[in-house]
C-alpha cells in the first residue's frame, strides 16, 4: 500500500524558513519523481518542484525559485522541500505526490497535505 505522509507544515512570518517532508513507503522509491503541489484558497492548485529520484534531476516553479530547494534522503524514502525568505502569497496547502518515473499535472499517489501559513 503506497502512503505519504507531509509534515513540517506551520506559521512563519515573512522572510523566514519552513522544511517540509514527505516520507512514502509502499513502492520502489528510485522509480519514482516525488513532487510538492500547493493550493491556495480560492486558487488553482500550482506544481512547484519536483524531484527525480533515480537521478536527482530537480523542477522548480518560477514563483519558487531561488527560494526554495527539493531533496531527497533515498535511505529514508523521504523527500524534502527547505522553503526560505517565505513570503505571504506562499500561504497555502502543500501536498506531496509520487508519480512513476516523472512528476506529471495528473495521476499519483498524494498525501493529506500540510498548512502553511506566512504572516506579514
Given at each position: 500500500?503506497v502512503?505519504i505522509?507531509?509534515?513540517?507544515?506551520g506559521?512563519?512570518?515573512?522572510?523566514?524558513?519552513?522544511?517540509?517532508?514527505?516520507?512514502?513507503?509502499?513502492?520502489?522509491?528510485?522509480r519514482?519523481?516525488?513532487?510538492w503541489?500547493?493550493q491556495a484558497?480560492?486558487?488553482?492548485?500550482?506544481?512547484?518542484s519536483c524531484?527525480?529520484?533515480?537521478?536527482?534531476?530537480?523542477?522548480?516553479?518560477?514563483?519558487?525559485k531561488?527560494?526554495f530547494?527539493?531533496?531527497s534522503d533515498?535511505a529514508k524514502?523521504?523527500?524534502?522541500?527547505?522553503m526560505n525568505?517565505?513570503?505571504p502569497?506562499?500561504t497555502?496547502?502543500?501536498?506531496?505526490?509520487?508519480?512513476?518515473f516523472?512528476?506529471s499535472?495528473?495521476g499519483g499517489?498524494?498525501?493529506?497535505?500540510t498548512?502553511?501559513t506566512?504572516?506579514?
Open positions: 500500500e502512503q505522509v507531509e509534515s513540517g507544515g506559521s512563519v512570518q515573512a522572510g523566514g524558513s519552513l522544511r517540509l517532508s514527505c516520507a512514502t513507503s509502499g513502492f520502489t522509491f528510485d519514482y519523481a516525488i513532487g503541489s500547493r484558497p480560492g486558487k488553482e492548485r500550482e506544481g512547484i524531484i527525480a529520484i533515480s537521478d536527482g534531476s530537480t523542477y522548480y516553479a518560477d514563483s519558487v531561488g527560494r530547494t527539493i531533496s533515498n524514502n523521504t523527500v524534502y522541500l527547505q525568505s517565505l513570503k502569497e506562499d497555502a496547502v502543500y501536498y506531496c505526490a509520487a508519480y512513476l516523472a512528476c499535472p495528473h499517489d498524494w498525501g493529506q497535505g498548512q502553511v506566512v504572516s506579514s
